[in-house]
């Protein structure tokens, strides 16, 4: 069965940088063709993509997120990371590591989602 | 971005009758490839989203089959052929034909 499951500090202040992890168990984080997600939920901007990481190892992020974020990979223990720098209050919210697949024949979605961890950013 | 409006926002629904939600996309959902990116996702109270339906009426594997998905091109609709107590929550369309993916903003489920 594969499981996801975030991790990180629950509070982050404001200007600082956001770290989040996400242990993939059941499954390879290179196993074609799945690619690493991070989404976000807000009661004020609902769900909101963030980014994912191929099995490959590419990144793609949303654009205007892009040049706070990055998603990396560390193959070795089956991770996915998430940094998002400069956080303001708008960053706040729950974070979501999630299964997703390339389109193509065999495309599937959002299939896996992790429990969610919550940010806070305060000072 | 693409934009995606669902409608009703909210959905009272007395148990064992039909409910539909409808999500109406900005731009076509029809990809190069010709497939049509548009999945359904439920939130359950307190609970993380779930996937019900993908490529606009694919059903998930263990999605009860009194969860249907329909449409095309910009219009798309889940429909539940008769509501049970564990349908109430939150319910999001979703498009991954263009980058960045969107999100609908959400149609509640509620028992009358």
């Known amino acids: 069965q594969v499981r996801l499951q975030e991790s990180g500090p629950g509070r982050v202040k404001p200007s600082e940088t956001l770290s989040l992890t996400c242990t993939v168990s059941?499954?390879?984080?290179?196993?074609?063709?799945?690619?690493w997600t991070w989404v976000r939920q807000s009661p004020g901007k609902g769900l909101e993509w963030i980014g994912y990481i191929s099995y490959r190892g590419n990144p793609t992020y949303k654009s205007a997120l892009k040049s706070r974020v990055t998603i990396s990979v560390d193959t070795s223990k089956n991770q996915i990371s998430l940094r998002l720098r400069s956080v303001t209050a708008a960053d706040a919210g729950l974070y979501f590591c999630v299964r997703d697949s390339l389109l193509g024949f065999d495309y599937y979605s959002v299939d896996v989602w992790g429990q969610g961890t919550t940010v806070t950013v305060s000072s | 971005d693409i934009v995606l409006t669902q409608t009703p926002l909210s959905s009272p629904v007395t148990l064992g009758q039909p409910a539909s939600i409808s999500c109406r996309s900005s731009q076509s959902l029809v990809h190069n490839d010709e497939s049509t990116y548009l999945s359904w996702i439920q939130q359950r109270p307190g609970q993380p989203p779930r996937l019900l339906i993908y490529?606009?009426?694919n059903r998930f594997s263990g999605v009860p089959d009194r969860f249907s998905g329909s449409g095309a091109g910009t219009d798309f609709t889940l429909k539940i052929s008769r509501v049970e107590a564990e349908d109430v929550g939150v319910y999001y369309c979703?498009?991954?034909?263009?980058?960045?993916?969107?999100f609908g903003g959400g149609t509640k489920l509620e028992i009358k």
């Open positions: 979703m498009q991954s034909t263009q980058f960045p993916l969107t």
């Open positions: 059941g499954v390879s984080v290179s196993s074609r063709p799945f690619c």
């Open positions: 490529k606009v009426s």
